[in-house]
């Protein structure tokens, strides 16, 4: 199996220059997609040179692999310290809405498209995607937890469906967004999915 980290310890300047290739793949996926960015084009916006490249990633699929951690790792998108209140959800919610907005409804190099193009044709991306998703899901999910502990939503609730059913949203709503061009998809699909774990709330509690 490729791996999108070699085996080695990296100084500060060829960590700085791996991130910089990273980020440079990551900015022209957003634009062109997976298969419409070539290795040549990475290294061209990356200012570094053939044997640079490949010093740090073996293989375009490497290269898209380490992509994907760096998704991963973004938690969520819009960063929040966690998860755990009615609203640090809504104040979550309202920063990805407003990501879209930013973005004018256009594309960006996002798990969920990222998995549009490589969840069907390459098994370990796929793989790296469903990890990725996972940790994001236990985010929400360690959030929902911890409200359920201090006893602001009820004892019966499905924590893990409440919690796939937020990741679903957003990654559905994004996806119409995107393809429509306008956020509407993503604020009715959050609100939808935060209406539901809303009603799950604790008799007397502030939700």
């Not at 040549?40 to 053939?50: F, H, L, T």
């Not at 998108?77 to 009615?86: Q, T």
């Not at 995107?178 to 939700?207: C, D, K, W």
Request: glycine content about 8%; proline content about 2%; overall charge negative.
């Amino acid at each position: 199996m490729t791996e999108s980290v070699k085996p080695r310890r990296l100084t500060p300047k060829g960590l700085a220059t791996r991130n910089r290739i990273i980020d440079a793949a990551t900015a022209l996926i957003a634009r062109h997609g997976v298969a419409g960015t070539g290795i040549e084009d990475v290294r061209s916006a990356a200012e570094v040179s053939g044997s640079q490249l490949y010093h740090y990633f073996d293989s375009k699929q490497a290269l898209i692999r380490a992509v994907i951690t760096r998704q991963a790792d973004s938690a969520l998108g819009p960063r929040i310290e966690a998860l755990d209140s009615f609203e640090a959800l809504r104040a979550w919610a309202d920063a990805a809405i407003e990501r879209q907005l930013e973005n004018d409804g256009r594309g960006d190099c996002s798990l969920g498209s990222l998995a549009g193009e490589l969840s069907a044709s390459d098994e370990d991306s796929r793989t790296d995607l469903a990890n990725g998703f996972l940790r994001w899901k236990d985010l929400i999910l360690n959030g929902l937890r911890a409200m359920r502990d201090r006893g602001e939503l009820r004892e019966d609730a499905e924590l893990d469906e409440l919690a796939f059913a937020l990741l679903s949203a957003l990654q559905g709503g994004v996806l119409l967004s995107q393809t429509m061009r306008h956020v509407q998809p993503l604020e009715a699909s959050l609100n939808a999915a935060l209406a539901y774990i809303r009603s799950f709330a604790a008799p007397g509690s502030v939700a």
